[in-house]
């Protein structure tokens, strides 16, 4: 492959196809990819990074596809993540998200990858951390994520996100699901989709009825909780500095609810770069992400130095003649040269 520095000029002045090779050093956890991504990294990263979650079929790929449209009418530079973590590669979900944004895929100003997991979790996450920087660095105005399904590796991706939204549609037993995946919580934007559906409505009032009842503000004890609920009602507008998830009704092919969704999300990016709770936020998540890289930069680099005496002291443990715990202790001591 060409030099790394003429990857990384071509990634600063967006070049796709630098894009995609850095892609696929950092999906391949190529040892490159390390030092590609110190060199373009950037302290305020350009791009607004949303996140669209939620049950499959819920439409995201179809509202992605109209938001796509909408940030490109305003001439903004969008890429798009779907992040599969089912499928290795490409299953059918991503097959099919390739057809609904055909349109897009011969546009300049569009960038759409999927990313791969390669069964690790955490290791999704991970790599789509990384895939945004170079994302930063090209300079895209918006970046999409799109995750499929509702786990664990989904609510780790939101974590991700400057904003997510999640999706939802009548008669998908949503709500269940919801609560049972704890996805109510990193909702920021919730959108109601399929709204020319019938149950739209019923979706979108018992979701402001278990919103309600969850966001009692601390300080105010169970028995308050009514008042608390009250003032929920008055709007989506940051309460004493705490965001209040807006839900919005949207029918995504038909582009119906899709600027008011587009508002709610500036809205939102407003109070994560304005007030202080959105300054913690940031913070919180950018302390989170030094320590997902550092852990990671550990293993590798213990990974490396001492294949040997790990798997001495495996065999060790598989032979009985030490515990785990004792061997992992001697090990790591080692590691970080304390012999004590
Ligand atoms: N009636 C109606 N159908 C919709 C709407 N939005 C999407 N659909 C349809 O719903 C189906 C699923 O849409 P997708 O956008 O693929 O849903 P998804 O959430 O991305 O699905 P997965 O990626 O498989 O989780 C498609 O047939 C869409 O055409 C809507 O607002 N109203
Ligand atoms: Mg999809």
């Not at 999640?166 to 995946?181: C, E, R, S």
Request: glycine fraction near 10%; charged fraction near 25%; aromatic fraction near 4%.
């Amino acid at each position: 492959m060409a030099d790394l520095s003429s990857v990384v000029r071509g990634i600063q002045s967006g070049d796709m196809r630098a894009l995609a090779r850095a892609c696929r050093l950092i999906d391949e956890r190529d040892p490159r990819a390390f030092e590609l991504l110190k060199q373009v990294f950037i302290h305020d990263g350009h791009a607004y990074v949303v996140g669209i979650t939620g049950t499959p079929g819920a439409g995201k790929s179809t509202l992605v596809s109209g938001l796509i449209r909408l940030y490109r009418e305003e001439g903004k530079r969008v890429a798009v993540l779907a992040i599969d973590p089912t499928s290795p590669y490409s299953g059918g979900a991503i097959l099919g998200d390739r057809i609904r944004m055909q349109q897009h895929f011969t546009d300049e100003g569009v960038f759409i990858r999927s990313i791969a997991t390669r069964g690790h979790l955490g290791g999704v996450s991970r790599s789509t951390g990384d895939v945004l920087h170079v994302l930063h660095a090209a300079k895209f105005d918006v970046v999409l994520l799109e995750t499929v399904g509702v786990g664990q590796a989904e609510l780790e991706v939101t974590q991700l996100a400057d904003t997510t939204v999640v999706v939802m549609a009548p008669g998908l037993g949503d709500d269940i699901q919801a609560i049972k995946a704890g996805i109510l919580e990193v909702a920021d934007v919730f959108a109601v989709n399929k709204a020319d559906r019938m149950g739209a409505d019923a979706t979108a009032q018992d979701l402001q009825q278990m919103l309600s009842l969850r966001r009692v503000p601390q300080g105010v004890s169970k028995m308050q909780g009514h008042t608390a609920v009250s003032t929920l009602t008055k709007g989506p507008e940051a309460e004493a500095g705490e965001w209040v998830p807006p839900i919005l009704k949207t029918v995504a092919h038909k582009q119906e609810g899709l600027a008011e969704l587009v508002a709610s999300l500036a809205k939102h990016r407003e109070f994560l770069m304005t007030t202080e709770a959105g300054r913690v936020i940031r913070e919180q998540r950018r302390a989170a992400e030094f320590r997902a890289i550092l852990y990671q930069a550990l293993i590798d680099e213990v990974d490396a130095r001492f294949a040997d005496e790990i798997s001495e002291k495996l065999q060790d443990v598989l032979d009985a003649k030490i515990d785990p715990y004792s061997g992992a202790e001697a090990l790591s001591r080692s590691a970080i040269g304390d012999e004590t």
